[in-house]
């Protein structure tokens, strides 16, 4: 079996592009024990199906994707502890910063991503994240995430079909036997704009289920009734491409609790004019990094974030791109 897929089925790692640093990093595997071990040197070897493997650093298969060492670095190097805090992940992704978080003890994670289906099940499947999917998060605001959070927490409630409800009493007289007589008393028989009514009203609804107008009912499911989904946050970081922070720190300062901070990954070739990045997305000129800095410091100064820390990311970029992180606090 190839290696890299080998790793994926065997549960070494989470993906073939993770199971391909990891062979990068080192794997070797031997069929017994006191047998040689045998050096995997490229993705392709083959690795006999019943054969012990060993790592030579595990460190890329600690979390779901390298993201979560990114963020590890991040927190080591601050000092922040993230334990029992409520956090929101802006571009989830396949959820290597959630994962960092839950291992760093947070006790509940919110997800936020444009796109679609990207959540790692592992993560998907843990109580303790809510992934948000489809939610641009630069014109997010807490009542939308809030709604969204719903969405994603619950499931629609099919009405019934209904084709034996009558009209409110129509044929009142026939709860007298059939007998109408001189003293029947006809005051609560429907009247024949009641029925009318009543046909107008099954009509509109038939109409609405055809053009998909008719209002949704959802109910949260199974052992999620619970679940907080306060759009406020102890603590809010993320990993965002192809869009300044620019223009997504607006909309998350709002879902930051007072003196609440906020550790967000920098990319510099999103940051940048076009003419500024090199061939194949690269930064190369390093003086172009201060202008990304100060960029974002006055970012941050404008939606009333204070900037207590600029730092190098632990680990490049996956296209060799040099990264940064900015932590910030918001103000009472």
């Known amino acids: 079996m190839r290696a890299d897929v080998y790793l994926v089925e065997k549960g070494h790692a989470t993906t073939r592009s993770q199971a391909q640093r990891l062979i990068a990093a080192g794997v070797e595997w031997r069929l017994a024990p006191g047998l040689p071990w045998n050096k995997v040197a490229k993705n392709g070897d083959d690795i006999p199906e019943m054969a012990e493997v060993q790592l030579l650093d595990a460190a890329e298969a600690k979390y779901i994707s390298r993201g979560g060492l990114k963020l590890e670095g991040a927190l080591t190097a601050t000092g922040l502890k993230v334990a029992g805090l409520r956090c929101l992940d802006v571009g989830q992704s396949t959820g290597g910063f959630t994962d960092c978080l839950l291992q760093q003890g947070a006790v509940q994670v919110i997800g936020v991503d444009v796109g679609h289906a990207q959540l790692h099940e ?114 809010i970081t993320g990993d965002v491409s192809f869009i300044s922070l620019t223009l997504i720190l607006p909309a998350l300062v709002p879902l930051l609790k007072a003196k609440g901070q906020l550790l967000m990954l920098v990319k510099p070739q999103f940051e940048l004019q076009p003419g500024q990045v090199g061939k194949g997305g690269i930064v190369r000129d390093p003086a172009l990094y201060g202008e990304v800095e100060q960029r974002i410091r006055d970012c941050c100064q404008t939606v009333g974030l204070k900037v207590e820390k600029w730092m190098d990311s632990a680990i490049e970029g996956g296209d060799g791109n040099r990264e940064f992180f900015v932590l910030a606090r918001r103000g009472k």
Request: glycine fraction near 4%; hydrophobic fraction near 30%; charged fraction near 40%.
């Open 122 to 235: 592992r993560l998907r499947s843990d109580a303790r994240v809510v992934c948000v999917e489809g939610l641009n998060a630069r014109s997010m605001t807490a009542d939308s995430l809030r709604d969204a959070c719903e969405d994603a927490l619950s499931e629609i409630v099919e009405e019934e079909e209904d084709n034996d409800t009558q009209p409110s009493a129509p044929y009142a007289w026939m709860r007298n036997g059939g007998l109408v007589d001189d003293d029947y008393d006809d005051s609560d028989d429907a009247k024949e704009q009641d029925i009318e009514d009543f046909k107008a009203e099954r009509a509109a609804k038939a109409k609405a289920k055809v053009d998909g107008s008719m209002p949704v009912q959802r109910k949260r499911r199974e052992g999620l009734d619970n679940v907080d989904i306060t759009p406020e946050f102890d603590f």
